[in-house]
């Protein structure tokens, strides 16, 4: 990700005072680095307060304030499929004391073609550790669907294919449930509502045939058997959900899709620091208590440097890109 010329004049600036003048002899003397943190720390997210993205922001911030003695404050900057917060970051001064606690639309938005006054591979650069929110196949209880095999047979066999609730168009969920149908050879409509909790609503109320979404709100009912859990759509079981199979194991490898956190900085941000957050920002996430805590929101810390969480969100908008085209999906 490089440098475009105004955040290089703005590095350049931040260096100026390397040097300054002795007390005595008008001699050029060192100046000692200065800290990092030396002072709070904005993180930006992009998503408004109580949601998944904001507590686990939240807890990520009181780890990092407790390590550097210096505030870490959480700004909400919801607002345009993510995209308010994105471009707020992505001309902020490249010192480490701006950053954002980025979600799955920064990839998918990218992945569409969506109008944008930044680039995420330019304006950016990745720190990381990530946070995966796994998505889970859930049907009704009273469904006679107990494996993915079984699912893909009753949706072949309905006219007109089978429903998925889904927390919203062109969220993970909604474009991870267009994998599996196109996967699976079958018919699939997706019924966009406001978020999980009412697309669980619909699934107990059998308007839907099934949720591809996350779990958290779902499992109150799984535990009282109104639920059921099919498939997670990742590469390995979860901690979230250790009894729900793979999609691969149930003979689909390739229906991987997951919502999506992690730590990200404007473009020409010093390398020095973003190793050191990228460091300590893992360790927060490895803290027993805090990984614990974000296990219970459904969402699993993934431990990783900067490069391999560059990786995957390059491999993020590889995946979806493709499907967005083929389906006909319209992001705005």
């Given at each position: ?309 560059a990786r995957f969100i390059d491999a993020e908008v590889a995946r979806w890109g493709p499907l967005i085209r083929s389906a006909g999906i319209k992001l705005e």
């Amino acid at each position: 990700m490089t440098l475009n010329s105004h955040k290089r004049r703005q590095v350049l600036r931040l260096a100026g005072n390397a040097v300054l003048l002795a007390a005595g002899g008008g001699a050029l003397a060192p100046v000692q680095a200065e800290e990092f943190p030396s002072h709070p720390v904005r993180l930006v997210s992009p998503y408004g307060p109580g949601g998944s993205n904001d507590i686990s922001a939240r807890l990520l911030s009181e780890g990092l304030s407790r390590k550097y003695k210096q505030q870490f404050v959480v700004e909400n900057k919801p607002g345009a499929g993510t995209r308010v917060a994105n471009e707020q970051v992505a001309r902020a001064t490249p010192d480490g004391y701006t950053l954002l606690w980025a979600a799955a639309p920064f990839a998918i938005n990218a992945a569409a073609g969506l109008s944008q006054h930044y680039d995420i591979r330019k304006d950016f650069v990745a720190v990381g550790p990530r946070v995966l929110g796994p998505i889970f196949l859930i049907v009704n209880a009273d469904s006679p669907v107990r494996t993915v095999a079984d699912f893909v047979r009753m949706a072949r066999d309905k006219k007109d294919g089978v429903t998925f609730a889904s927390p919203g168009i062109g969220s993970g969920p909604h474009l991870t449930a267009e994998l599996f149908a196109a996967q699976a050879k079958f018919k699939g409509l997706n019924v966009h509502y406001r978020g999980d909790s009412t697309a669980y609503t619909e699934l107990l109320a059998g308007r839907v045939d099934a949720t591809l979404t996350a779990i958290t709100t779902a499992l109150p009912f799984i535990k009282a058997g109104k639920l059921r859990v099919i498939a997670v759509s990742a590469e390995q079981r979860t901690p979230v959900y250790p009894d729900a199979p793979t999609f691969g194991e149930q003979g689909y490898p390739g229906v991987v899709g997951y919502g999506w956190f992690g730590l990200i900085a404007p473009a020409g941000t010093p390398p020095a620091i973003v190793q050191q957050l990228n460091r300590d920002a893992n360790a927060v996430l490895a803290d027993a208590q805090t990984r614990s805590k974000l296990i219970g929101l459904g969402l699993q810390p993934e431990a990783g440097d900067s490069a391999s969480f560059a990786r995957f969100i390059d491999a993020e908008v590889a995946r979806w890109g493709p499907l967005i085209r083929s389906a006909g999906i319209k992001l705005e």
